[in-house]
């Protein structure tokens, strides 16, 4: 049994590793992201969304998009919905 870890925790903790072929690394990215998501909800440090991040910029390259381009994506996206700084609560209409 194993997990996703970052390149050097091999190097600095030892034990073994291998690589991932592209879809087990897309697939374990993607697990990965629910852990790191889990872990900034249940500790609320700022320290734990960096690790969402690194995450989230590893599947945007194997979507080949890297750093700048994902961050001009929000950027476009904050422009046409807008962020989240009004804090607003959208009271969903009842069917």
């Not at 993607?30 to 872990?39: C, D, I, M, S």
């Not at 734990?48 to 994506?73: S, T």
Request: aromatic share 8%; net charge negative.
């Amino acid at each position: 049994m194993g997990k996703l870890v970052r390149d050097r925790i091999p190097e600095l903790f030892g034990g073994k590793s291998h690589l991932l072929n592209p879809d087990d690394f897309c697939a374990a990215l993607r697990t990965k992201l629910g852990e790191e998501v889990a872990e900034y909800l249940e500790s609320g440090e700022v320290l734990e969304l960096a690790d969402v991040l690194e995450v989230v910029y590893a599947l945007a390259e194997l979507d080949g998009v890297d750093r700048n381009e994902l961050e001009d994506l929000r950027a476009r996206k904050a422009q046409e919905c807008g962020g989240f700084a009004a804090r607003l609560w959208w009271e969903l209409p009842s069917t």
